[in-house]
């Protein structure tokens, strides 16, 4: 079975420091991964997805994560943190060859706090 | 963009009673809609597949006599909470797939509390 652990229920970076958001994947054949945003009040928005192409994967407003097989993780980074970025934070893996692509499995969220 | 909307987004009601909560796309035909629910502190946990003009694919352990869903049209799935307890106080989050497949969309999400 899949499952996505995300380490650390709460991160808190200053505004111009650098983002770390931690995913590690368990699964049993190559998956897929996601990274997902919500804003309070609002749905999820897909940040950025591994699909088996490029192990370096860059999404919108500035973020990237890096799939290592080795490491069996997917961690999200943004050089530099900006005030709006404050929100949670969802990994997510599907298995594309078995359970279905759109079939999500999801970790326990990182909510990203942004100081001043 | 593609746009899911959730409605209500909160939701209080009797122990007893039913409650149904509706997930639209506002922009797109959606074949395909995903039922999440998520706990305080805990993941989101997909609870049915629904396609279009069939009925859904309930996961392990949710019980679909409870939770009843329905996806008449390709832009309304409508989750219903049948007999709400207050142990179904949660979460509860809808995802859209469109005809081409390749992306899915989420709504806001609606807190249920069951009191």
Redo the contacts between chains.
Sequence with gaps: AQSVTQLGSHVSVSEGALVLLRCNYSSSVPPYLFWYVQYPNQGLQLLLKYTSAATLVKGINGFEAEFKKSETSFHLTKPSAHMSDAAEYFCAVSDPWGTGFQKLVFGTGTRLLVSP | GAV?S?HP?RVICKSGTSVKIECRSLDFQAT?M?W?RQFP??????MA?SNEGSKATYEQGVEKDKFLINHASLTLSTLTVTSAHPEDSSFY?C?A?GVS?N???????SWLTVV
């Design positions: 899911v959730q987004s395909t995903f999440y502190k805990q993941s989101l946990m997909l597949t989050i995802s797939q497949g992306t899915i969309y989420f709504g806001e999400g």
